[in-house]
């Protein structure tokens, strides 16, 4: 099973709109962290925010923001009137602190934002 | 400026060869990972380093290899036993390990080299 899940695989949207990339994982852990990054088409991923499991205050961050929700196990990304420096694909990932087997990290397959002018 | 350099951009094998990528960091971190990206697909680990003379292998170590001598270098080789290894590398690190397994700290990616095989 998929421990990360973004579920839109392509998105448009036009200049100005509001967009919202959705992440949705899966662990049994009380103790893990979430991030999201940006891949712009240079192709270098650009760490955006991380967030642990104990935190569930929603950040701002200019145009970005972030909703942690344990209760749906979900950590959306806004993006409010929205540029075209934001095309890029988002990638959210799961960071999971394993005493005894290891920590694990584990990334979404991505959601790729187009902004048309 | 503090950051984590690959080399080179772009690669062009042929079939058969060993090609080496490199990858370089002054953040003065601890772990260092590999990661291959394929066209229109997350990201998959190939091996990850927690200390210096360390590595483990990650979920497709098959036809990779890697060393550890230095803090800052994590080097992979992709070998001919590696069937289809047209893709994107990106290399990452984060600072600290814990005790086991991949650190939880925030991992920090180079820009990528693009391997092609002809």
């Known amino acids: ?117 | 400026d503090g950051g984590i350099t690959q080399s080179p951009k772009y690669l062009f094998r042929k079939e058969g060869q060993n090609v080496t990528l490199s990858c370089e960091q002054n953040l003065n971190h601890d772990a260092m990972y590999w990661y291959r990206q394929d066209p229109g697909q997350g990201l998959r680990l190939i091996y990850y380093s927690q200390i210096v003379n360390d590595f483990q292998k990650g979920d497709i170590a098959e036809g990779y290899s890697v060393s550890r001598e230095k803090k800052e270098s994590f080097p992979l080789t992709v070998t001919s036993a590696q069937k289809n290894p047209t893709a994107f590398y990106l290399c990452a690190s984060s600072r600290g390990t814990s005790g086991g397994g991949i650190s939880t700290d925030t991992q920090y990616f180079g820009p990528g080299t693009r391997l092609t095989v002809l």
């Open chain 1, 1 to 117: 099973a998929q421990k990360v899940t973004q579920a839109q695989t392509e998105i448009s949207v036009v200049e100005k709109e509001d967009v919202t990339l959705d992440c949705v994982y899966e662990t049994r852990d009380t103790t893990y962290y979430l991030f999201w990054y940006k891949q712009p088409p240079s192709g270098e991923l650009v760490f955006l925010i991380r967030r642990n499991s104990f935190d569930e205050q929603n950040e701002i961050s200019g145009r970005y923001s972030w909703n942690f929700q344990k209760s749906t196990s979900s950590f959306n990304f806004t993006i409010t009137a929205s540029q075209v420096v934001d095309s890029a694909v988002y990638f959210c990932a799961l960071s999971e602190a394993r005493k005894n087997t290891g920590n694990q990290f584990y990334f979404g397959t991505g959601t790729s934002l187009t902004v048309i002018p």
